[in-house]
């Protein structure tokens, strides 16, 4: 086949971190194959991530993430047949994504597909006193999709990332993002919104917060009402605007969660709290420094890959969040802006 006439969907639904992964790696690729046309298919608020490059392109899905109505998501399938691909990577295998590359391949498009490892997911999840071994990243499963596709094996993943940018400014300006998508991967707000008082107490601070959503908008505007030199950026404004945002952060204080990966994408030094999942999973920060890295070594973590395992201790339920100190993270902080 011409590589002119190559075309590759590239399929992730969801969810944003996992997106935000992706990201580099696809325009890596993209810029290193510029006879092939790329088209990331994903969620329309996710485009800015993918921008920049000319020979890579953005398709919106027209259903929402977590519908699982297969007519609908079948029928934005064959909505993706006038875009005329020629092959399917699946980097996201989930039914949603099936049913899309099953249709495509009925009509004759080819498809490669993540595998996922979960066995070997679940072995970290059962330390128990053992030596924890890091798993192949997020982002070397995505590489591999492509490379079964037959492009070359750029090595992407595996080789170091481009230097965290640091910024000048009269001022520091800190990034906090204090929210996780489950009670295992978040520290208590309590105790971010302690950090948040303690660093508006210097006017040579800038405070930026970071959430999505109703109930995580109104706690932060909270916040932002209660402590000098913090801003509220929930709500307010566009990805693509928030990225420039974050880009413009001495450094980002996140949990596990979506927000480290953004950072990352942008190359800003993230400070990242780990709870019940570790950063051993896979799901680590592009880049990142893991001296940045807040943690506990206990005997029970890590307990979740993903974080959505409720804590099955009962004499002392997240010990691995609540043992961590305002203290260390703002030690960490003033580590990080100086050193």
């Given at each position: 086949?011409?590589?002119?006439?190559?075309?590759?969907?590239?399929?992730?639904?969801?969810?944003?971190?996992?997106?935000?992964?992706?990201?580099?790696?696809?325009?890596?690729?993209?810029?290193?194959?510029?006879?092939?046309?790329?088209t990331?298919?994903?969620?329309?608020?996710?485009?800015?991530?993918?921008?920049?490059?000319?020979?890579?392109?953005?398709?919106?899905i027209?259903?929402?993430?977590?519908?699982?109505?297969?007519?609908?998501?079948?029928?934005?399938?064959?909505?993706?047949?006038?875009?005329?691909?020629?092959?399917?990577?699946?980097?996201?295998?989930?039914?949603?994504?099936?049913?899309?590359?099953?249709?495509?391949?009925?009509?004759?498009?080819?498809?490669?597909?993540?595998?996922?490892?979960?066995?070997?997911?679940?072995?970290?999840?059962?330390?128990?006193?053992?030596?924890?071994?890091?798993?192949?990243?997020?982002?070397?499963?995505y590489?591999?999709?492509?490379?079964?596709?037959?492009?070359?094996?750029?090595?992407?993943a595996?080789?170091?990332?481009?230097?965290?940018?640091?910024?000048?400014?009269?001022?520091?300006?800190?990034?906090i993002?204090?929210?996780?998508?489950?009670?295992?991967?978040?520290?208590?707000?309590e105790?971010?919104?302690?950090?948040?008082?303690?660093?508006?107490?210097?006017?040579?601070?800038?405070?930026?917060?970071?959430?999505?959503?109703?109930?995580?908008?109104?706690?932060?505007?909270?916040?932002?009402?209660?402590?000098?030199?913090?801003?509220?950026?929930?709500?307010?404004?566009?990805?693509?605007?928030?990225?420039?945002?974050?880009?413009?952060?001495?450094?980002?204080?996140?949990?596990?969660?979506?927000?480290?990966?953004?950072?990352?994408?942008v190359?800003?030094?993230?400070?990242?709290?780990?709870?019940?999942?570790?950063?051993?999973?896979?799901?680590?920060?592009w880049?990142?420094?893991?001296?940045?890295?807040?943690?506990?070594?206990?005997?029970?973590?890590?307990?979740?890959?993903?974080?959505?395992?409720?804590?099955?201790?009962?004499?002392?339920?997240?010990?691995?969040?609540?043992?961590?100190?305002?203290?260390?993270v703002?030690?960490?902080?003033?580590?990080?802006?100086?050193?």
């Amino acid at each position: 086949m011409d590589v002119k006439q190559r075309h590759i969907l590239i399929i992730r639904i969801s969810a944003l971190g996992d997106i935000a992964i992706a990201a580099p790696l696809v325009k890596e690729y993209a810029c290193k194959n510029p006879g092939i046309r790329f088209t990331v298919v994903s969620q329309k608020m996710v485009e800015p991530l993918f921008d920049g490059v000319e020979n890579l392109h953005f398709e919106p899905i027209s259903f929402k993430p977590g519908k699982m109505d297969a007519f609908t998501v079948a029928g934005f399938a064959r909505s993706l047949l006038r875009l005329r691909p020629t092959e399917v990577a699946d980097i996201h295998n989930v039914p949603r994504s099936r049913i899309i590359r099953y249709y495509l391949w009925l009509h004759g498009i080819p498809y490669r597909k993540i595998c996922k490892n979960r066995k070997h997911k679940k072995e970290l999840t059962r330390r128990r006193n053992k030596v924890l071994v890091p798993l192949k990243t997020s982002q070397r499963s995505y590489e591999e999709v492509l490379v079964a596709l037959g492009l070359e094996d750029l090595q992407f993943a595996c080789r170091p990332a481009e230097p965290l940018r640091k910024v000048q400014s009269p001022f520091r300006r800190i990034g906090i993002a204090p929210f996780a998508k489950h009670p295992g991967k978040q520290w208590p707000l309590e105790y971010m919104e302690e950090v948040v008082a303690r660093l508006g107490e210097d006017p040579d601070n800038k405070i930026v917060l970071f959430g999505g959503g109703k109930e995580q908008t109104e706690i932060l505007r909270n916040w932002e009402s209660k402590y000098p030199h913090t801003e509220s950026a929930a709500g307010k404004y566009t990805l693509k605007e928030e990225l420039e945002f974050i880009k413009g952060l001495n450094v980002m204080i996140s949990m596990d969660s979506a927000n480290m990966h953004f950072a990352s994408v942008v190359r800003t030094p993230v400070i990242s709290i780990w709870g019940s999942t570790h950063p051993y999973g896979g799901f680590y920060g592009w880049g990142q420094d893991p001296a940045n890295i807040i943690q506990l070594d206990l005997p029970c973590r890590p307990c979740s890959v993903f974080g959505n395992r409720k804590c099955f201790r009962s004499d002392r339920p997240y010990e691995c969040m609540r043992d961590i100190t305002p203290r260390q993270v703002l030690d960490k902080i003033t580590e990080v802006i100086h050193g």
